[in-house]
């Protein structure tokens, strides 16, 4: 047993220790509790420095630079990394995505897109040989419920369809060409992530990329026509919607006329909606490093 006057001189002491401790605890908790939220967020809304990193490695422009290939045998040996990047995206709340700035929030959606279909590919990677063999007569792939965000499972078709491609939000036709579908036929999957800074370079790099492609789109000058992916059928209303005060198709293939080699002399047909244009078979095929 203490001595009563010890413990009475003891206990204010031990309580003033205490309540000092707790408050030491309590500002470490906050301030660890805001590092790991900043670093997040910076790491989501700025540079997306993870997904770049496994791009760079696993993805690659071809020769001429309008097309790219994926590793997925390299992929798959960074599968867990892949894992990590769609945990980010996946932690990210609604209040935080609010918050962003417009294109912030593009990019952000662009890159949990891309990072998915990746993902999915892997799934039944090696032995798959296009993304449309991992669905069935009933739900396609894009309907399955794969992508975690704010706290639901949601299908890559509630991200393009739902979120980048909802009249009024963005209305940016140029998405068509940076999000990917793990396809030959697509416009290129970029060794890179996609970020809110670079995001008007990015797209406009790789709409150019896209149409510069004779295999996907190009002027005939024999058939006088112009034949484009089936991307401009597919969803020609995107590219309708007013963008930079552009309301057609053919005022879009206009804009990049030089691009697609159409002659200075067809330009006017072109403008005037009497050049003809068909759609060219679109190859599922997976794109693979071969």
């Not at 496994?54 to 960074?78: C, E, F, N, P, Q």
């Not at 980048?164 to 060409?177: Q, S, T």
């Not at 403008?271 to 095929?285: F, M, S, T």
Request: glycine share 8%; aromatic share 10%.
């Amino acid at each position: 047993m203490r001595p009563a006057g010890i413990a009475a001189l003891s206990r204010p002491t031990l309580a003033w220790g205490q309540a000092i401790t707790r408050r030491l605890v309590c500002w470490l908790l906050i301030g660890l509790a805001l590092a790991v939220t900043g670093s997040a967020h910076a790491a989501i809304d700025e540079s997306h420095s993870a997904f770049d990193a496994l791009l760079r490695r696993h993805v690659a422009w071809d020769a001429a630079g309008v097309a790219s290939s994926v590793s997925y045998s390299g992929l798959a040996a960074d599968r867990a990394e892949l894992g990590k990047v769609l945990d980010l995206y996946a932690g990210l709340t609604r209040t935080d995505y609010e918050a962003m700035g417009r294109d912030q929030r593009l990019a952000f959606l662009i890159n949990l897109y891309n990072a998915a279909t990746l993902e999915l590919v892997l799934s039944a990677w090696p032995d798959l040989k296009s993304i449309r063999d991992l669905g069935s007569l009933i739900r396609s792939p894009w309907k399955q419920r794969i992508v975690r965000l704010f706290g639901e499972l949601r299908t890559l078709d509630d991200i393009e369809h739902g979120m980048i491609r909802a009249p009024g939000v963005f209305d940016e036709p140029r998405i068509h060409f940076v999000v990917n579908c793990a396809s030959i036929g697509c416009p290129a999957l970029r060794p890179e992530a996609i970020t809110g800074t670079r995001l008007q370079t990015q797209l406009e790099d790789s709409t150019r990329r896209f149409l510069r492609d004779a295999t996907r789109n190009r002027y005939d000058p024999v058939k006088g026509r112009l034949e484009v992916s089936k991307i401009f059928d597919w969803y020609r209303a995107d590219f309708e919607r007013g963008w930079l005060g552009i309301g057609s198709r053919e005022q879009f293939f206009g804009r990049y006329a030089d691009v697609l080699a159409i002659p200075p002399a067809e330009r006017n047909r072109l403008g005037e909606q009497r050049l003809p244009i068909i759609y060219l078979d679109y190859d599922w095929r997976l794109n693979e490093r071969r």
